[in-house]
């Protein structure tokens, strides 16, 4: 079981550039989610899905893009690179009904 | 505002001491609320799990209390050891029929062990 997997772990974007983040879970959960972390902050929602063909808005969702044709996949698509999109970025993953999320290592990404 | 307020917002401590973490939050309704450890490089992974009528929970040197009447809840860390190095997360559920609502996150407590 790898659990939540993520590609890649770094990537140094430039502005107007574009990007997907992915992301892929082998625990069977519907829930997926995608944050971002900014240094000194909590955790961001920016997508989430309850299920495959499902997704919706979160907290920060503009520049962002997401798409969940699986269970197991949720890949999150940055157009239009803009410096205020240099974070970490985190895919989580959780089964219905149940509160736990199960995080990824997580794809630090700057925009110069 | 953020509704989970976490301090101290780092601290270095000496191996073998003890230290506790304290979390406030605003959230309503409450559903749980769980302590991530984050290693540097890593994401989070659950250390405890409470809900509304659990006063407190232990894992392994790691025991989380739970004042939900005051909405405070501290993570207490025994006999520190270089490992325990890393950012304690809190995480507040709310019982919301949105999902994105449920899970409201502090900021992190960066814990600094020396040897």
Same mark, same amino acid.
């Given at each position: 079981?790898?659990?939540?997997?993520?590609?890649?772990?770094?990537?140094?974007?430039?502005?107007?550039?574009?990007?997907?983040?992915?992301?892929?879970?082998?625990?069977?959960?519907?829930?997926?989610?995608?944050?971002?972390?900014?240094?000194?902050?909590?955790?961001?929602?920016?997508?989430?899905?309850?299920?495959?063909?499902?997704?919706?808005?979160?907290?920060?969702?503009?520049?962002?893009?997401?798409?969940?044709?699986?269970?197991?996949?949720?890949?999150?698509?940055?157009?239009?690179?803009?410096?205020?999109?240099?974070?970490?970025?985190?895919?989580?993953? $959780?089964?219905?009904?149940?509160?736990?999320?199960?995080? $990824?290592?997580?794809?630090?990404?700057?925009?110069? | 505002?953020?509704?989970?307020?976490?301090?101290?917002?780092?601290?270095?401590?000496?191996?073998?001491?003890?230290?506790?973490?304290?979390?406030?939050?605003?959230?309503?309704?409450?559903?749980?609320?769980?302590?991530?450890?984050?290693? +540097?490089?890593? $994401?989070?992974?659950?250390?405890?799990?409470?809900?509304?009528?659990?006063?407190?929970?232990?894992?392994?040197?790691? +025991?989380?209390?739970?004042?939900?009447?005051?909405?405070?809840?501290?993570?207490?860390?025994?006999?520190?050891?270089?490992?325990?190095?890393?950012?304690?997360?809190?995480?507040?559920?709310?019982?919301?029929?949105?999902?994105?609502?449920?899970?409201?996150?502090?900021?992190?407590?960066?814990?600094?062990?020396?040897?």
């Amino acid at each position: 079981n790898a659990g939540v997997t993520q590609t890649p772990k770094f990537r140094i974007l430039k502005i107007g550039q574009s990007m997907t983040l992915q992301c892929t879970q082998d625990m069977n959960h519907n829930y997926m989610y995608w944050y971002r972390q900014d240094p000194g902050m909590g955790l961001k929602l920016i997508y989430y899905s309850v299920g495959a063909g499902i997704t919706d808005k979160g907290e920060v969702p503009n520049g962002y893009n997401v798409s969940r044709s699986t269970t197991e996949d949720f890949p999150l698509r940055l157009e239009l690179a803009a410096p205020s999109q240099t974070s970490v970025y985190f895919c989580a993953s $959780g089964g219905l009904g149940v509160n736990e999320q199960f995080f $990824g290592p997580g794809t630090r990404l700057t925009v110069l | 505002k953020n509704q989970v307020e976490q301090s101290p917002q780092s601290l270095i401590i000496l191996e073998g001491k003890n230290c506790t973490l304290q979390c406030n939050y605003t959230v309503s309704p409450f559903s749980n609320l769980r302590w991530y450890k984050q290693d +540097t490089g890593r $994401g989070p992974v659950s250390l405890t799990i409470m809900t509304f009528s659990e006063n407190t929970k232990s894992n392994g040197r790691y +025991t989380a209390t739970l004042d939900a009447d005051t909405k405070q809840s501290s993570l207490h860390i025994t006999a520190s050891q270089l490992s325990d190095s890393a950012s304690y997360i809190c995480v507040v559920s709310a019982r919301a029929t949105d999902s994105w609502g449920k899970f409201q996150f502090g900021a992190g407590t960066q814990v600094v062990v020396t040897p």
